[in-house]
């Protein structure tokens, strides 16, 4: 009898610790997926994006405004820098040429899988809707509440291949922040500044 009046308290004590640390991680994965059912359900987006490419010896700044259709096109309007200011692109079937008047802007791809600045936000969007989620955390960014979500291929060491990590704001689920990785180097990271989901 003495002997299960010891036991009892920690037992519960080992319960309680053991929930604490579950539930935690738990809730996280389970807000990961509610972030994706969100996503997959949202029918139209738009946003503005500061892109960083990062090409090793170069690296790229932009400012782009974008609107998202369901079963749809996304439209991409380049706001910076100024001398490509003005210049859409329209992405349909895996197209990704700019072009505005006379003026063509090719910047080529960043990683081995051919991977440019402008599918970036198409690819965040696909990563969010149906990659494989390898981590997820929460993090504070400025004063937001945010949600990381690691993507990746499940099968592959961590920090080979190409990755995505995707930050949200916990409260509305809108996307702050995205970074592709190419065998675990940032090739192209993004802030939304602003972003809209319907």
């Not at 579950?22 to 029918?43: F, H, P, Q, V, W």
């Not at 063509?104 to 936000?121: A, F, K, N």
Request: charged share 20%; with cysteine.
């Amino acid at each position: 009898m003495r002997a299960m009046l010891y036991c009892t308290p920690m037992i519960l004590l080992m319960l309680a610790l053991g929930g604490c640390g579950g539930n935690g991680k738990n809730s996280e994965e389970a807000m990961a997926l509610e972030i994706r059912t969100d996503y997959l359900a949202m029918t139209a987006c738009s946003g503005t994006a500061e892109i960083r490419a990062d090409y090793g010896q170069r690296v790229y700044d932009y400012t782009i405004d974008f609107t998202w259709q369901k079963d749809g096109d996304m439209v991409l309007t380049i706001t910076q820098p100024e001398e490509v200011a003005g210049v859409t692109a329209i992405l349909h079937q895996g197209e990704t040429l700019l072009q505005y008047e006379d003026v063509r802007l090719e910047t080529g791809p960043v990683s081995p899988e051919g991977l440019s600045p402008v599918d970036s936000i198409p690819a965040f969007l696909e990563y969010v809707r149906s990659g494989s989620i390898t981590q997820c955390g929460s993090e504070l960014l400025d004063t937001v509440e945010a949600l990381r979500i690691q993507c990746g291929d499940p099968e592959a060491a961590m920090g080979s291949g190409t990755e995505a990590i995707l930050w949200f704001d916990k409260e509305t689920h809108a996307l702050i922040q995205g970074e592709l990785r190419s065998d675990g180097f940032a090739v192209i990271q993004c802030k939304f500044t602003a972003f809209t989901k319907e």
